[in-house]
């Protein structure tokens, strides 16, 4: 859910909130970086990764419980980053002539919905380097 046309003060610096496939964690991300919670149970959420190394993230989809994730910044919104997390390393950038609306991971396809002279469609990124990272 993005939450950027939020005031600052309704949304205390978060940007946008998702759940990952399997609906085991949460990604947040904020006005500072991003954030990767587990959910335990019901009423706990613990913190799995923080990162403050890209600001403004305005897009986080992390596939399953791996530790890959998608970012998109308010700052780049053409660019699509691909990290590995636990190793705090980027894997690959995309970039695109128009915004970035969406990115949705799964174990066989990656897709990113952009802009296109105020309509949308799908951009498939190549899918042979999720596949062998995983």
């Known amino acids: 859910m993005n939450l950027g046309h939020q005031d ?3 949304s205390k610096g978060v940007l946008f909130v ?15 970086g ?12 613990d913190n ?3 990162s ?11 596939l399953f419980s791996s530790s890959l994730v998608a970012i998109v910044s308010l700052t780049s919104p053409r660019k699509l980053k691909v990290c590995h ?9 995309y970039s695109y002539s128009n915004t970035i609306l969406a990115v949705r991971l799964n ?3 990656s ?19 999720l596949v062998n990272i995983i």
């Open 8 to 10: 600052s003060d309704g």
């Open 18 to 32: 998702n759940f990952n496939q399997d609906c085991t964690s949460v990604a947040v991300g904020t006005k500072t």
């Open 34 to 45: 991003f954030k990767l919670l587990s959910i335990s149970s019901v009423d706990k959420l």
């Open 48 to 50: 799995i990764y923080e």
């Open 52 to 62: 403050d190394q890209v600001e403004d993230i305005s897009i986080v989809e992390r």
């Open 85 to 93: 997390f636990k190793k705090g390393t980027e894997i690959c950038n």
């Open 107 to 109: 174990r066989a396809v």
């Open 111 to 129: 897709m990113c919905l952009c802009t296109v002279y105020n309509t949308c469609s799908y951009i498939s990124m190549p899918t042979v380097l």
